[in-house]
Nanobody
Framework: QVQLVESGGKLVQAGGSLSLSCTVS????????MAWFRQAPGKERESVAA????????YYADSVKGRFTISRDNAKNTIYLQMNNLKPEDTAVYYC??????????????????WGKGTLVTVSS
């Protein structure tokens, strides 16, 4: 069974930086298209960033473009989300998700195959 475990969420001041990690375990030999989503209180879940299986292609939501960077280390089965210049509106539970696909681009839709349980990021003003 595939498991995704996020880490790194915490309370940070506006303007600060934070790095999230997500490690995939359970099914070896498969490289997934990966993505980060977030859900703020009272709001719908939204995609934040995505990275292709090779790591060569990335996607960012307009709200985080230029501030967040997604990366991956396939040898460690881990993806990362570096978040800089954080804003109070970035406060949310951040989830990583994986899609088993042969597609070589980014995938960041709700029908991801596997989801982590989330890590809370709180940005204080």
């Amino acid at each position: 069974q595939v498991q995704l475990v996020e880490s790194g969420g915490k309370l940070v001041q506006a303007g600060g930086s934070l790095s999230l990690s997500c490690t995939v375990s359970g099914r070896t030999g498969v490289t997934y298209a990966m993505a980060w989503f977030r859900q703020a209180p009272g709001k719908e879940r939204e995609s934040v960033a995505a990275i292709s299986r090779s790591g060569q292609t990335t996607y960012y939501a307009d709200s985080v473009k230029g501030r967040f960077t997604i990366s991956r280390d396939n040898a460690k089965n881990t993806i990362y989300l570096q978040m800089n210049n954080l804003k109070p509106e970035d406060t949310a539970v951040y989830y990583c998700a994986a899609k088993a696909t042969y597609y070589t681009g980014t995938y960041y839709y709700d029908n991801m195959d596997y989801w982590g349980k989330g890590t809370l990021v709180t940005v204080s003003s």
